[in-house]
């Protein structure tokens, strides 16, 4: 059998600023700019997940296409879509929701809970010409 990667998009819209307490609030305009401001901003975002698992022989899928996508609803898209993430979403309290950080959560969010296939990479698009890979822990 062929190993298969199979990618399903879902969309959400959040609101979040970028902040780091242990900097001053000059330190944080320099380096986040407009980004700083702690009443937030908002994105539409599009996250890419891509599972990677071999061809069932009868179905032809890689894994049940409906589950995926209520797994991908339940974990991500319920618990972020219309959220401040810095004020809502328990992982950015103590992590900078930057695009690269929310790859990474929306991965341990869903890694080991997509049956009969393995996590290859989640992507997400802050913008359309701004997104962030992530693939697990090397």
Sequence with gaps: MSMVLLTRKAEFSAAHFY????WSQ???ERVFGKCANRNGHGHNYT?????????????????????LKEILNREVVEVYD??????????????IPTTENIAIAVWNRLNGKIPGARLHRVRVY???????DYCGEA
């Design 19 to 22: 902040y780091n307490e242990a």
């Design 26 to 28: 000059q330190e944080n």
């Design 47 to 67: 996250l890419e997940v891509t599972v990677a698992g071999e061809v069932d022989p009868v179905s032809g899928f890689v894994v049940d296409l409906k589950a």
């Design 82 to 95: 219309h959220r401040h993430l810095n004020l809502e979403v328990p992982e950015f309290r103590s992590a």
């Design 126 to 132: 802050e913008m359309p010409d701004l997104f962030a």
